[in-house]
């Protein structure tokens, strides 16, 4: 048996979701800490926005993005300042030291991660009650992805940080995909390296080899999926391309800049 086993990261592979995020992140935020962002205008709501397109490398977990956002509003806003790194910070600090400071902030404000989940899953599940068509506007797929995954007939999971619900939402309303629930291993399914290490030992996975397709920052940064058998691209789709039916249409590198890291046993 052969052929390959493709593990498809879902924000940065599949779907651009920064703006959904971001706006998600805001909303919650505004729930989260009122006081914060009384001084907050539409105008400076929409520079937030922009700077988490910036900021997206970072993100490893949704919730994170309250905490960009809230951050940002520190740096523009002295009178809302509770944390001691916000005073002179710029952007590119939080890019180059988001790992150190994502811990201050989080003492710092008294919060915890679990609730910040929590909280950003329900803003998204209001904000998907109630204006259904308005947040599945602010995401889009990459081009050629939909047909990629429609047409593939390869065996593909989704390996994502993003709540399953979310992600297979999307497939369905956005793309007209009706993917199967107990392929895509969302939030709090496990470690990413986990999940890719089992998927790998079923048994009806054996002889394939496993592919992995990774939309940045994510559990695999820094070399730690070196016990598996994988090839891992740091880009979004819209630098790739689905090659033909005859070819396993799925998913073909095709810019200078996408490196293959090889990771071998």
Request: glycine share 8%.
């Amino acid at each position: 048996m052969g052929g390959d086993l493709y593990a498809l990261d879902f924000d940065g592979v599949l779907c651009d979701s920064c703006g959904e995020s971001s706006l998600s992140a805001v909303k919650a935020a505004k729930v989260r800490w009122p006081w914060v962002f009384e001084q907050v205008d539409a105008a400076m709501e929409e520079w937030i926005v922009e700077q988490m397109y910036t900021l997206r490398p970072v993100v490893e977990t949704g919730y994170e993005n309250l905490l960009l956002v809230r951050l940002l509003v520190e740096i523009r806003i002295p009178s809302a300042r509770r944390s001691s790194v916000a005073d002179g910070l710029s952007i590119q600090e939080i890019l180059e030291n988001w790992l150190k400071l994502k811990p201050t902030i989080m003492s710092e404000w008294n919060e915890d991660r679990d609730s910040l989940v929590d909280l950003f899953g329900s803003i998204r599940d209001d904000w998907i009650e109630n204006d259904l068509s308005g947040w599945i506007g602010a995401n889009r797929f990459y081009p050629g992805t939909a047909d990629a995954l429609k047409f593939s007939s390869s065996e593909v999971y989704i390996v994502t940080t993003k709540q399953g619900r979310f992600a297979e939402a999307l497939l369905k309303e956005l793309a007209g995909i009706e993917f199967p629930s107990e392929r895509i291993y969302g939030l709090g399914t496990g470690p990413k390296v986990k999940v890719l290490q089992q998927l790998q030992q079923m048994t009806q996975h054996q002889g394939l080899t496993l592919q992995v397709l990774c939309g940045g920052n994510e559990d695999a940064k820094g070399g730690e999926l070196h016990d598996i058998d994988a090839l891992m691209v740091s880009a979004p789709l819209d630098r790739m391309k689905a090659v033909s039916l005859e070819e396993e249409l799925l998913l073909m590198p095709i810019a200078e800049e996408v490196r293959p890291l090889g990771f071998t046993r």
